[in-house]
């Protein structure tokens, strides 16, 4: 069974439109996140998000939102896409590190974003 | 958060053993060392962590020196499949996964 999973893989879009991609984890985890890696494949945070606190990483413009029904789920919203939104996008889930004194998050196949 | 160097790529041949090692010479006191391995169209997966001196999991093992400046990431007799980005991340999981910093990582390229 897939432990975390995203859909759509594949994006491709028009600039100036509004998308969404999901993402659902089966892991039982309280913390989800997303990231995204360009071209040059670094890998950044943008949200970090349990049913405590929702932390965004100030540099991810606020064209990005983060919708969470449940704990298991952590749906990343784009509005007004532009060109340099083209990226991949992965989501990510853990249970709260703080306390377990381990970084281990489970990655998701990642969404491939286009926008044209 | 301590900043990591990798080096940016390397090459290996089948069976032999590879080690990448991850300078971290601003390493805190209550900072762990991850390692990450990320194939391509895929997302990263967690190898190991540790605090210090040697940790070894059935992937990997991953030695730390007394100064905690440097660690070293050993994958015993490499295949093809081993072919990937490999992360080394450096920080306290204690003050929340938002912390993890990814940077360039490693290309290994192993070849037959």
């Known amino acids: 069974d897939t432990a975390v999973s995203q859909t759509p893989k594949y994006l491709v879009t028009q600039m100036g439109n509004d998308k969404s991609i999901k993402c659902e984890q089966n892991?039982?985890?309280?913390?989800m996140y997303w990231y995204k890696q360009d071209s040059k494949k670094f890998l950044k945070i943008m949200f970090s998000?349990?049913?405590?606190?929702?932390?965004i990483n100030e540099t991810v413009p606020n064209r990005f939102s983060p919708k969470s029904p449940d704990k298991a789920h952590l749906n990343l919203h784009i509005n007004s896409l532009e060109l340099g939104d083209s990226a991949v996008y992965f989501c990510?889930?853990?249970?709260?590190?703080?306390?377990?004194?381990?970084?281990?998050?489970?990655f998701g196949p990642g969404t491939r974003l286009t926008v044209t | 958060l301590a900043k990591t160097t990798q080096p940016i790529s390397m090459d290996s041949y089948e069976g032999q053993e590879v080690n990448i090692t991850c300078s971290h010479n601003?390493?805190?006191?209550?900072?762990?060392i991850t390692w990450y391995q990320q194939f391509p169209s895929q997302g990263p997966r967690f190898i190991i962590q540790?605090?210090?001196t040697k940790v070894t999991n059935e992937v990997a093992s991953l030695f730390i020196p007394a100064d905690r400046k440097s660690s070293t990431l050993s994958l015993p007799r490499v295949s093809l499949s081993d072919t990937a980005v490999y992360y080394c991340?450096?920080?306290?999981?204690?003050?929340?996964?938002?912390?993890?910093?990814f940077g360039a990582g490693t290309r290994l390229f192993v070849k037959a």
């Open positions: 990510a889930s853990s249970q709260d590190t703080r306390g377990t004194g381990t970084y281990e998050q489970y």
């Open positions: 892991l039982g985890h309280d913390t």
């Open positions: 998000y349990n049913n405590k606190e929702l932390i």
């Open positions: 601003n390493i805190a006191t209550n900072d762990y």
């Open positions: 540790g605090y210090k």
């Open positions: 991340l450096v920080g306290d999981p204690n003050t929340g996964g938002f912390k993890t910093i």
